[in-house]
């Protein structure tokens, strides 16, 4: 794989060479796990991520949803009332302060969410199982862990 781009100076051209097939590898299997998580149904991607994001960190205002999603407040809230009407989500009265509302996932959501990430780790695991080696999985834990370190450098 090769793509075009500047190289940061001092960098060796094995370093540069895994950023450019790691993203480009990264890339393809999550467009791949997304349409497993419900993309594949017709949900947009936005919305998938939102469950993602209650189901992981907890209920959120829309606006601090539209915050960590990156998204203008607007956009969030439809996605937001998009997946209130069909169940997904609910709002409630933030506890701590009574004149902003809460999204939560309904038990719905839950459901939805744990079936779709139920299909996706299914198809991972198989994928892993069916085309790679015991030792060509072993690697890639072993490249996992590494990634993971680089993942946390400043």
């Known amino acids: 794989m090769s793509d075009v781009l500047s190289p940061p100076p001092g960098t060796s051209p094995s370093a540069q060479q895994i950023a450019v097939d ?12 997304r349409e497993l998580t419900g993309e594949e149904s017709g949900m947009p991607a ?8 209650l189901a992981r960190e907890g209920d959120a205002s829309s606006s601090e949803l539209a915050r960590r999603e990156r998204v203008r407040p607007q956009s969030m809230a439809t996605i937001v009332a998009t997946l209130e009407s069909a169940g997904l989500v609910a709002r409630r ?15 719905r959501g839950r459901a939805h969410r744990e079936e ?15 085309r790679c080696t015991e030792e060509e999985r072993q690697t890639v834990l072993r490249a996992l862990a590494l990634l993971a370190t680089v993942a946390d450098a400043p």
């Open 46 to 53: 936005g919305q998938s991520s939102v469950l993602a994001r």
């Open 22 to 33: 790691t993203r480009v590898v990264f890339s393809r299997l999550r467009r791949r796990l």
């Open 93 to 107: 009265p933030d506890p701590a302060d009574g004149r902003k509302q809460l999204v939560a996932l309904t038990e």
């Open 116 to 130: 779709s990430r139920g299909a996706a780790h299914a198809w991972f695991t198989r994928a892993l199982d069916e």
